[in-house]
């Protein structure tokens, strides 16, 4: 391919986004799970 | 030991930040020689070396007993992220012949790396836990192969976002992101067998197999989908990052480790909670399985 | 010890011969149904009867694998076998032996299949047959291990090929490559790369996998 690839902002903003959300969530997710984790042990004592 | 192993872990990820970035960052802005000496390829190799050295220890120094260190672990790789991508979007220059989308790579090139530690690790997890059967690896493997399989999944995602402005489809068969999809997959197969087996010693002999079968296949799949391809396209890799653009690279590259060891260590702690309670039988149940025993 | 556990399942496998038939009938239906998932163009069709052979074959291999442990895990015969002193790398060889074998004849037998409903025939039915032993190899060794697996916990169908088919690929692209360029030509003579590639994938999986088969069924 020749030439410059134009419009890309679009694209890089997605693309950042989808990393910053994915990164995020997933944190979220294993704070939640461990949070649950840590309680349902402190319980069994 | 444990304490000692993590300050040294936290040194060497340091001498990496500053001979990896700071240096780099004092010659384009501040035009002050930072190097002490130390030739850019020596550099480089430092921050490379220190910066897995750093994840190896940090992964084998971790005895699950604490919370705030792997949390201050993620708060400073969300803070590299942060700079990083600050450079990436707004200080660096767009590319020659990439425009605008030059700037995914700064987050593109960095998740690559990571996932692949990410496999790495959880190999090198399931060959300790064959040879030792001490479950904190088993605890360990887990995680890696979760933060693998999302760091992955992150991948993929980005790559598509990079191939429809440039090639004008969402997935043009490059051999390192078709590599990935499949790893993807052997992986998640490996989380789905880990959801399906109830007994912990089980569970954990057969997800160390699977790993090293699943990660001994990954280079034999690059090359060979990378042979299946070259008949067609000769295409650029999206990969190449000249000086100018490393600033936003590392900084990245460096959030990305933290944020990654951090995830893994917090993970591991989910595991090895939910093993400590299924490797200590309560009193009562003692008799009923003996007498499944027999 | 090998020889032992090889007629065995040999001997096993000649027993419950119908279900050979019933995989081929399968494995047959699924080449049709390929055929009108792509519509009724000859050219395309026979542009990717390898593909579509070797898909066939895989899915097919699925249901065989899975049997060969059906056996063991009716009468926990799987215990049985590892209390006897015999070596479960003995065990897991003639297993594997065993399925691959079935899985050439199913290859074979899947051809003249292809060679009607495609119209993919060839003269090089040697190379043909040594692509099937080859690429069927890379299947079985794996497959057998994953197997062994996936017969012992719930949701066993669905474990296997999922576990299965993502580590092949290299072998399946390979299967397919090779076989494609028997059917349609050679003129660059492409085969020998991806001839290699499966013997390089066969041998390190027949090995890999016999390494690893007595940590699975270890207790």
Redesign the interface.
């Known amino acids: 391919?020749?030439?410059?690839?134009?419009?890309?902002?679009n694209?890089?903003v997605?693309?950042?986004s989808?990393?910053g959300l994915?990164?995020l969530i997933?944190?979220v997710t294993?704070?939640t799970?461990?949070r649950d984790?840590?309680s349902?042990?402190a319980k069994?004592r | 030991m444990k304490r000692n192993l993590f300050w040294l872990a936290i040194a060497l990820l340091a001498a990496a930040v500053y001979f990896g970035l700071l240096v780099t960052i004092g010659d384009q802005y501040l035009h002050a020689d930072l190097s002490l000496g130390l030739p850019v390829v020596a550099r480089t190799l430092v921050a490379f070396l220190g910066g897995l050295a750093a994840v190896v220890i940090l992964l084998i120094a971790d005895d699950f007993s604490n919370l705030s260190r792997p949390k201050a672990l993620g708060i400073a790789g969300v803070v590299f992220l942060l700079i990083g991508s600050y450079f990436g979007l707004f200080v660096a220059p767009p590319e020659q012949f990439m425009g605008e989308t030059q700037r995914i790579m700064y987050v593109h090139v960095p998740t690559a790396w990571f996932a692949l530690v990410a496999m790495t690790l959880a190999f090198a997890a399931a060959v300790v836990f064959l040879f030792g059967g001490n479950h904190e690896w088993d605890a360990r493997l887990e995680a890696s192969i979760e933060v693998g399989v999302v760091l992955a999944f992150l991948l993929c995602c980005q790559g598509a976002i990079w191939a429809k402005p440039t090639w004008g489809v969402w997935w043009d068969w490059d051999p390192r992101l078709t590599t990935t999809a499949v790893l993807l997959f052997a992986f998640l197969g490996i989380l789905a067998l880990r959801k399906f087996v109830d007994d912990p010693h089980r569970r954990a002999m057969w997800s160390a197999v699977a790993t090293i079968i699943a990660y001994v296949d990954v280079p034999i799949v690059y090359f060979s989908v990378k042979w299946w391809n070259s008949l067609h396209q000769q295409q650029s890799s999206p990969n190449t990052v000249s000086k100018p653009f490393w600033i936003p690279l590392r900084a990245n590259a460096f959030g990305i480790l933290l944020l990654m060891m951090a995830f893994i260590m917090l993970r591991s702690r989910i595991t090895a909670l939910r093993l400590k309670h299924e490797l200590a039988p309560p009193p009562a149940l003692d008799e009923a399985e003996l007498g499944e025993a027999v | 010890m090998l020889i032992a556990a090889l007629r065995k399942e040999l001997l096993l496998q000649w027993r419950s011969r119908a279900q050979f038939m019933a995989v081929f009938v399968f494995g047959a239906a699924a080449l049709l149904l390929f055929s009108f998932a792509v519509g009724p163009v000859a050219e395309m069709l026979r542009q990717f009867s390898a593909g579509f052979l070797w898909l066939g074959l895989l899915l097919s291999s699925t249901l065989t694998l899975a049997e060969s442990f059906h056996a063991e895990m009716e009468n926990r015969a799987l215990e049985g076998l590892l209390l006897l002193p015999a070596n479960p790398r003995a065990l897991y060889y003639g297993k594997a032996i065993a399925n691959w074998l079935q899985l050439i004849l199913l290859g074979i037998a899947l051809v003249p299949v292809m060679v009607i409903l495609y119209d993919a025939g060839t003269t090089r039915v040697g190379s043909l047959i040594i692509v099937i032993a080859l690429g069927t190899a890379g299947l079985s060794a794996p497959g057998t291990l994953y197997a062994a697996m996936t017969a012992q916990v719930r949701s066993k169908q669905t474990l296997l090929p999922l576990l299965l088919f993502p580590l092949i690929v290299p072998a399946l692209l390979a299967s397919v490559k090779a076989t494609s360029l028997i059917i349609l030509g050679d003129p660059m003579n492409q085969s020998s790369a991806w001839i290699i590639l499966l013997v390089a994938f066969d041998a390190i999986y027949w090995s890999l996998c016999g390494l690893l088969f007595g940590r699975v069924v270890e207790e």
């Open positions: 391919m020749n030439g410059v690839v134009t419009g890309g902002w694209f890089v997605a693309a950042y989808v990393t994915v990164l997933y944190g294993i704070i799970r461990l984790e840590i349902r042990a069994e």
